[in-house]
C-alpha cells in the first residue's frame, strides 16, 4: 500500500500514524520528493482500513498495490477452476451453452424448450422462477412451482438446470437444482452470498449493472471465505449512457477476468442487449473472445413470453446459434 | 400507451395484434404517417407487458406514456407525505437532520456522538449494526448488538434511530426501531420491500448507485403496494466515470422527485462524495434545492472509525453544518 | 412524433399549438386516453424542432418516431457503402485490417512498422501526425512532417494511409492522404465534419466518448449532407464507470449500425482498452461478430513508444492476430 | 510516481529500467514489499510518459503522485483568479449572472431579452450565434451577424456579452466580444484552445460531458501553457444513465475544483438538465454551494425559441431567481 502525503504534513500526526502502523507490524519505507512524501507500507495491509488512511488530516492520498481478493486471485491459484455440473462440466476448454425461458411458464412450455435446445447442443437449461421484477405489478414467477416444473423438464431431457434464487429463505427449495444464479439486483447481497457460500452447489454471480471487475471479484471472494469454490461468474451487461441496447456488453470482461481469477466466465448477451436481433451475434463474439460459455433466452413464442419476450429468440434461431458457436469454438482451438 | 410499426406490417400479424389487445378490453387508434404507422392504446395497459409488445416482429418501438407507479405519482396523491417519527416528523416544511456514525462501535462512541449531534440541532440518530461492506474481510457490523447500543444512545437523548437492515430474517431485530433504511445495493432487494410493505414502520429507501428515477419510485411502489405508505427516498449519489469523487451526488433529484411523487427527499453528501471535505458544501447546497433533510455522517474520530472515516465529519463540523443548514432552511422560506 | 399532453390542458393553448403545426403541414390525429391524450404528428416533421415542443406549458413529453438521419438511414439506403482506397476497399465482405503506431516518429520507425504488418496482412496504414493529447506537455506529433514520412512508409509498402486531422486548416496537408480520420474529441466538430463533407476523400469518425449510436449516425450525416458518401465509423470504446481498461468496447455496435445504417464499421479495441494483452481476443470477438475491419496500434519498441505504448502490440503479435483474423473471417463465412 | 512491478520481475529489463530513468535524472527508491516490489520515482516525473512506463513487460502499475497540471493547480496559485470583464468582475466574491438566449435570433429578441435580464441583475449576456447542433439539418445560429446583434444589446443595455466559439478560422470575429465561450464538444479541441491561449481575452471553457475535472484542468492548463490566464470554468452536466434529465448536474464540482484549482466556477443548470422547471432550484443550489455564477437560458417565448427552448425560463421567472440568487449570496456571506 502507498500513502501520499500532503504537503508539509504536521510532525506529530506524522509520528503518530508511523508509531500506529507499526503497532499493526506494517513496516514504512518514506519516499521523499519534491513536493510530497510517499510511504511504502510493507506487511499484512489487509487488515488496514484504507478509509481510515484517507481520513487522516495529513494524508492525501492512498493508493493500493496488491488485490483485495485472495481466494478469487489467479496469482493464489494459477490453474482455472474446472465446475462439475451432473454429467457436464463448465470451463476446462468446453464451450457451455445455457438456454431457456426467462420464466417457467406452464409444464408444457418448459419440457417443449427443454427439449429443443438440448436437441440444439444446449448442455445446461434455465428458466426463472422466483423473478426480480421492476414493477410490483409484473409476474413475479411461478415460485416453487416454477422449480418443480424446471425438474421435470430435466428429467424429460437430462439437461441439468440453473435458476435464481432470490432471498435465503429460498434456499431450502434449491436443494435439488445444479446450479443457483445470483442475479444482477443481488450481487451486493451479501447476506446471501455468505449463505451460498456455506453450501456446496455451484453458484453462479451475475456482475451487478455498475459493478466494477474488482466488486464482482469481491462477491466471489464471499461466497469462497465461507468455503465454497464452485464459482461461476458471468457478464450481462453494464449500465451506461446509451440507450438502444438495455444494456452495455463489456466483453473485455472475458479477457480482463481470465487474467485475474481462475473462475469460468459466462456471457449473457440476451440482458445484455434486450433485443432478440442482437443476441446471434454477440453470442458468437463472446465464444470467440474466449467465453467458456453463453447463457441464452429461448422461448418457443416470444410475443407471448410471460416475461421479457424482446429479447428472446426463438428455438430454431437458438439451433442456428448453437451450431454457430459449437463449430466456431472447435475452429478456435486450431487457430 | 404508443406502439410504433415497422414499415408495411405483415397484415395477418397485426390483425393477431389487434384482436389480442382487444380481448384486453384496449381499444387501438391507428395514425398513418409517411412511412410509419403508430397506434394509439388507450384502456388499462398497465398489464400489458411492453416487452411482450417489443419482441413482436411487426413492432418497432413501444413507448409509455403513462408513469409505470400509481400509489408513488403525485398525480393521484398530489399533498406532501409527512411521515411521523416519535416526536418529529420527517417533510411537510422541516429539515430534518440525521446525523451519526457509520458504524455503532462502542456504547461510549455511540451515546457520545448522539449527544453531541443532539445537541448540534439533529433529529435522527443514525447508526450502521449490519454494514454491507465490499470485502468479507472488512468489519460486517456489531449486528444485533449494535441495535442495542442505538436504543440506549436514543433512551439518552431522546433521538429516534434509523439504521440499515440488510435481509428479511432481521425484522423482528428492528421492531424498536423508528425508521428502517434500505441501503443502495438492496433498493431492488423486491423480497425484502414487499416484506417492509407489510409492516408500518416507516422506510427509508436509497436509491441504487445506477437506478433510475424511475426504478426508485418503482421500488417505493413496492412498499406501498403491500400497504405501507410510510416511505422516505434517499438520494446518496450515482456511479459515473468520475472517480475524484466516489459517486456522483444527483441533487436535481430534488425538484425532479417533488414534481413525480409526494414523499420526503433526504440528500447523503457523505456517501455520495466519500469526502470529508465535501461533505458541507453539497448539504448546503441541498437544503438550498429544497430537500426535506440530510443524513450525515459524524464521528468522533474519523481516522479510528471502524469504517468509511473518510466520509465522516467531526461533531464541531458538523455543528457548524447545522447551524448554516438550519439558518438557511428558516432564510430559504423568506425568499 | 407523437405529443404527450398534461393533464387538462388549456384550451386556447392547445388550439393555438393545433394551429401552429397546420400551419406547418402537419396533421394532427388525437387520442384520448384515461388520464391523457396523445397527438400523433403527421407530415415532415424533421423540421419541427422537438425540444420547441418540449418547451409548451401543456406538453408532458414528445416522443419522435422517425430516425433524425436520412442520409445516413440503411431504410432509405438499403445496400453496404462500400468504400474504394487505393488499390483496396472497405466493407463489402472483405476484412480491413489497419495496423501502425500510435505516433510517426521517424522515417525509420514507421517504414519498418509499415513493413512488418504489410508482411503479417495489413491492409492499410495507420499512424498519427497530429496528435490530440490531454496535456499540452506531452508530444504533440509530427505534424505535417509526420505526413511525409507516412507518404514514405506508402511508397515503400504499398500500403494506403490514413491519418487524423485535428482542425480544418489542416485540411490542404491530408491532400495525398487515403482515409481522413476524425478522432474521438472532434466526433462533433461540425465544422470540421462539414468542410469534410464538401471533399471527397474517405472519412473515418469515431465514436465519442459519450456519443450514442445516433448521435455517431448525425456526425456522418453532417458529412454526407455536404456531398461526401465515403463515410466510415468506427467504434473505440466508450466511457462508463469501469476503470480497469480505458474504455468499454461496446461490440453491440456492430449488429446495431449494421441495422441503421449502410456504412462499413470498424473496431479499434487498442484505445478501447489501453493494455496491449486484451488487444488481440477483442480484435477477434469484432471479426467474429461481423465487423468490416479492426484498427490496431502496432509499435516495434511499445515501452520507448512516443505515445500510449500501453496500448500498443509488437509486430510480431500483430501478425500472429492478423493471421487469426483472416482465417477467423473466412470461417465466419462457411457457418 | 510509484512504479508497482510484476511479482518476479525479469533482472536484465528491471536493470534497462533503472539506468534508463536515472539518464532522465530520476532518483528510484524502491520498496520491497511481500509479494511485490514497487518504486518510488523521485524527481521531474513531469516528462515521463505514463504509458511508456504501463507498456513494460515488468510493470504491473504505475501511479502519479503529482497533478498533472501546473498553472492551474492552486497548490502553486494558492490566491483566487479574478476575471475582469469590461465593468464587471468573475470570482472574488462577487456572484455573476449570466443570462440570455441560447441563440441570438432577431434584433428585437436580443435587445428586449437583454434589458429584462440587465433589470433583473443580469450582469453579463449570453447569446448563440455559432451554435453546435447534433442535426445538420437543424438551424445553425446566425453567424457574423448574430455578433453583431450581441453587440447591439451591449450598446443598449451595457452588458458585456458572452458568446460561443466553434473554430479558430472565426477568432477574427470574436475580436469585440467580452468573453469567449468553449462549448462542451469542444472542451477537447486543443488546436482551438492553444490559439485562445495566445489571445488575452478571457476563455470559458465547459465541461466535456464525459470529461474528469483532471481533464477540465488540462484543458485550461492548454490556453494557460500559452500565456492566457483569464480562465474560467463552467460545470454544465455530465453524461450518465439518467435519461429523465438531458444530464446529471454535478454540483460536486464547486468545492472540488475550488480545491484544486484557482479559476471562477460558472454553473449552468439550463444545459445540465434540459428542463426549464428545474433550472432555478439547481441555481439556487449552486449559489448555496459557493459559485461564482450561474449561467441561464432565458427567452421572452420559448416555444418559439429557435433552439432549446424546452430549458430555457421567461424573463419574469429569471428575476424571481435573480432575486433569489443575490439575496442568498449575501445570505452566505453571514452564516
Redesign the interface.
Known amino acids: 500500500m502507498?500513502v501520499?502525503l500532503k504537503?508539509n504534513p504536521d510532525k506529530e500526526k506524522l509520528d503518530s500514524l508511523v508509531s500506529w502502523l507499526k503497532s499493526k507490524n506494517i513496516s514504512i519505507?518514506a519516499?521523499?520528493?519534491?513536493?510530497?512524501v510517499?510511504l511504502?507500507l510493507?506487511?499484512?495491509t489487509?487488515?488496514l482500513?484504507i478509509?481510515?488512511?484517507?481520513?487522516?488530516d495529513i494524508v492525501e492520498?492512498v493508493?493500493r498495490?496488491?488485490e483485495?481478493?485472495k481466494n478469487a486471485n489467479r496469482?493464489f491459484h494459477p490453474e482455472d477452476t474446472v465446475i462439475k455440473v451432473a454429467n457436464t462440466q463448465i470451463g476446462g476448454g468446453t464451450l457451455t451453452l445455457m438456454a431457456g425461458p426467462c420464466s417457467v411458464e406452464t409444464e408444457d412450455q418448459i419440457v417443449g424448450i427443454a427439449k429443443a435446445v438440448k436437441a440444439a447442443g444446449a448442455t445446461i437449461l434455465r428458466g426463472g422462477s422466483f423473478k426480480?421484477?421492476?414493477?410490483?405489478?409484473?409476474?413475479?414467477g411461478l415460485g416453487a412451482e416454477g422449480l418443480e416444473l424446471l425438474k421435470i423438464a430435466r428429467r424429460e431431457t437430462g439437461l441439468p438446470i440453473i435458476t435464481e434464487i432470490?432471498?435465503?429463505?429460498q434456499l431450502p427449495l434449491f436443494d435439488d437444482v445444479d446450479v443457483i444464479q445470483v442475479g444482477t439486483?443481488?450481487m451486493?447481497?451479501?447476506?446471501?452470498l455468505?449463505e451460498l457460500g456455506k453450501q456446496k452447489k455451484p453458484v453462479m454471480i451475475k456482475r451487478g449493472?455498475?459493478a466494477?471487475?474488482?466488486?464482482l471479484l469481491?462477491s466471489a471472494?464471499?461466497v469462497m471465505?465461507?468455503g465454497n469454490e464452485n464459482v461461476i461468474l458471468c457478464e450481462r451487461g453494464?449500465?451506461?449512457?446509451?440507450?438502444?441496447?438495455r444494456n452495455?456488453?463489456?466483453?473485455?470482461a472475458?479477457?480482463?477476468l481470465k487474467?485475474l481469477t481462475h473462475f469460468p466466465i459466462i456471457i449473457d448477451p440476451s440482458h445484455?442487449?434486450g433485443k432478440?436481433?442482437?443476441v446471434s451475434?454477440?453470442a458468437?463474439?463472446?465464444?470467440?473472445?474466449?467465453a467458456d460459455g453463453v447463457m441464452v433466452e429461448v422461448h418457443n413464442d416470444?410475443?407471448?413470453?410471460?416475461?421479457?419476450?424482446?429479447?428472446?429468440i426463438r428455438p430454431e434461431t437458438f439451433t442456428e446459434l448453437a451450431?454457430?458457436a459449437l463449430?466456431?469454438h472447435e475452429?478456435?482451438k486450431t487457430?
Open positions: 502507498v501520499v504537503p519505507h519516499v521523499t520528493g519534491e513536493s510530497k510517499i511504502g510493507i506487511g499484512d489487509s487488515t482500513d478509509g481510515m488512511l484517507h481520513a487522516l492520498d493508493k498495490v496488491k483485495p481478493y496469482q426480480p421484477r421492476t414493477s410490483p405489478y409484473s409476474f413475479q432470490m432471498e435465503i429463505s439486483r443481488n451486493q447481497n451479501f447476506n446471501l455468505k449493472m455498475s466494477t471487475y474488482e466488486e469481491m471472494e464471499y471465505s465461507e453494464i449500465r451506461t449512457f446509451e440507450t438502444y441496447t452495455t456488453l463489456d466483453l473485455a472475458i479477457p480482463v487474467k445484455a442487449t432478440s436481433a442482437l451475434d454477440l458468437i463474439a463472446a465464444v470467440a473472445a474466449g416470444p410475443p407471448k413470453a410471460w416475461c421479457d419476450g424482446a429479447q428472446s451450431r454457430k463449430a466456431l475452429f478456435m487457430l
